[in-house]
């Protein structure tokens, strides 16, 4: 295969992605048969809006690896939020320096000791520390010996947990607010309230989290 140019790759980094990328073409061999869609793997069937409508009805194995749980109660904006955090698809600043984007340092804008990327800033940093300690949020959610409602519950204001210190972020980049770990947790403990209260038709609940280790640092939430 002939590559055409404009500036070749010269830093370690776009050599090792060359290579990368010439290792994934090996084995493909082009021709001059005209492109078609395939659904699903079976070569014999193109793809259409029926075959879709039969996938998702039918008993067809699917592949969920790595999908959302997407929580009813919590605003669209955090699920969303939540999703492309799970992918690692928000803005952080080894994100957009991934891009090739230049935003200064790659320091972390909540505490600024470490490099600022999606693991760091929600599990590392020290002002998330003070709000919470979780390491994986759907394993810890499923694991508890809890009722699916507490499960339901914890798992949103895990979510609110995480949509806020992003918001916390973005007011010390954009506003130079500095984050305040007691007024984050009344935050979380304020909106997972009044989203629960207003958006779920299960009524009200109370949760103790000295009833879940090492999962928040909060003492009781009730909602």
Partial sequence: MNWNWRVYPSSDVEIHELIGLQRRFENIRLNDNEDSWLWNGEVDKEFSVCEVQKWIKGDVARDTHGCYKWCKWVPNKCNVFMW???????????????????????????????????????????????????????????????SDLKKEIIYGILIVICWRIWKARNEKVFASVIPNVVQLISDIKSLGYLWYRNRNKKGTAVISYLEIPSVLCFNEVRL
Wanted: proline letters at 2%; hydrophobic letters at 40%; charged letters at 25%.
């Fill in 84 to 146: 492309r955090a799970q992918m690692d698809r928000i803005p952080t600043k080894m994100a957009i320096r991934r891009r090739n984007i230049m935003v200064g340092d790659n320091l972390c804008a909540l505490c600024g000791i470490s490099d600022e990327n999606s693991n760091h800033l929600f599990l590392a940093c020290s002002v998330s520390s003070g709000v919470w300690l979780v390491k994986d949020v759907e394993r810890i959610v499923e694991s508890m010996g809890e």
